[in-house]
């Protein structure tokens, strides 16, 4: 459990520390992305996560290779310890593909310039994140006490969200920007009355005697999304590379959501290279929701919901200064949806969510 607190920890959550790197990506003298060119080679990177550890059973069982052997290419699949790390690089264009959030992709690399395709929508946190109370309180409580959470997280846009819900302001109470490794420890002191974290920090968190859960990721369904993003220029000028990669995604989340010796395996395999067993893993399977089937995340992709999510992301990012540097308004960045809609400035569109490769691997087309 202690690789898995600090891999994860640093990581999927907190994008404080990139605002300064998020004008390392490579442009043209026109200040547009380079066009990609045709190639033969990837690379791609995955952090562990409880929605993104199927990757590494795709890369060390063969699956990934499977797949691009199948169109002629080589994936390198590489994981990076920081998350935060991984993105950044991706957006500097030494990955052509990695693992992030709704959020992260639209504030780092979507907001730093490069142009992003969400290619596979793979899940929803469904609980694994969640604000926690001392005694018997209620949000409206929250009014005038200090809350202790990992500062423009994942964890400060449900505490948003958790207000917003009793119709408070993030300027009635005080945020504690703290540490998500000092988190439980902070829990246990006198002087913290509550906090917002992730899992398996809320978990340990909850079941401190007189721990109270007031509001979980469940509240928000679908606003935390965990993605494949690709570099939308690397796609265009190679289709195949996201044929290879949805592919294999789709054939791992067949294996391991069997009610089989295969899907054991897949599971126990997952939960022991993320650090923690089958019965751990599997508990944070149970606060997540995963797209195991394309037509889920099709229909996700393509639903109303998907785009009043996004509206509501941009709004957190703009609200706190981290939706690209000097972004004037929430529209700064434009955003292109399966279902035709947009949000944004369409002459700056730099995020995509394209439902396309999806629909081959739902079609049996690939």
């Known amino acids: 459990m202690l690789q898995f607190l600090s891999q994860r920890g640093v990581g999927r959550r907190s994008f404080a520390a990139v605002i300064a790197a998020l004008c390392v990506a490579v442009f043209t003298a026109s200040g547009q992305p380079a066009e990609a060119a045709k190639k033969e080679s990837f690379r791609v990177a995955w952090s562990i996560y409880v929605g993104w550890m199927p990757w590494a059973y795709a890369d060390e069982m063969g699956i990934v290779k499977k797949w691009a052997d199948k169109y002629g290419i080589e994936i390198e699949v590489v994981q990076i310890n920081d998350y935060i790390e991984s993105i950044n690089q991706f957006t500097a264009g030494a990955f052509d593909g990695t693992v992030m959030t709704n959020m992260d992709a639209l504030s780092i690399p979507a907001g730093g310039g490069v142009d992003s395709t969400a290619l596979i929508l793979g899940d929803f946190s469904n609980g694994n994140d969640g604000l926690v109370v001392k005694g018997e309180g209620d949000i409206a409580a929250l009014k005038g006490k200090n809350v202790n959470l990992v500062e423009l997280s994942v964890s400060h846009y449900l505490l948003a969200r958790a207000l917003d819900s009793v119709k408070l302001a993030e300027r009635d109470l005080t945020v504690v920007n703290t540490s998500d490794a000092d988190m439980v420890a902070a829990f246990k002191t006198a002087d913290v009355e509550a906090v917002v974290t992730w899992n398996p920090l809320l978990s340990e968190i909850a079941a401190e005697p007189g721990a109270k859960v007031l509001y979980t990721s469940a509240d928000i369904p679908g606003e935390i999304i965990d993605m494949m993003v690709v570099n939308t220029e690397v796609l265009n000028a190679n289709p195949d590379f996201g044929k290879a990669l949805v592919g294999a995604w789709y054939e791992t989340m067949a294996i391991m959501s069997a009610d089989d010796e295969a899907g054991k395996a897949a599971r126990t395999f997952m939960g022991e290279k993320s650090g923690t067993d089958l019965a751990g ?30 509206d509501v992301v941009r709004q957190f ?8 540097e000097g972004a004037p308004s929430p529209d700064y960045v434009g955003m292109t949806f399966p279902s035709g809609a947009t949000l944004g400035d369409q002459g700056n569109t730099k995020l995509r969510f394209d439902a396309s490769f999806m629909s081959m691997a739902a079609d049996g087309m690939l």
């Open 281 to 310: 893993y599997e508990a944070q399977l149970a606060t997540t929701k995963m797209f195991y089937e394309p037509a889920e995340a099709i229909a996700f992709a393509k639903s109303p919901e998907l785009v009043e999510t996004m």
């Open 317 to 324: 990012l703009f609200a706190h200064g981290i939706l690209g």
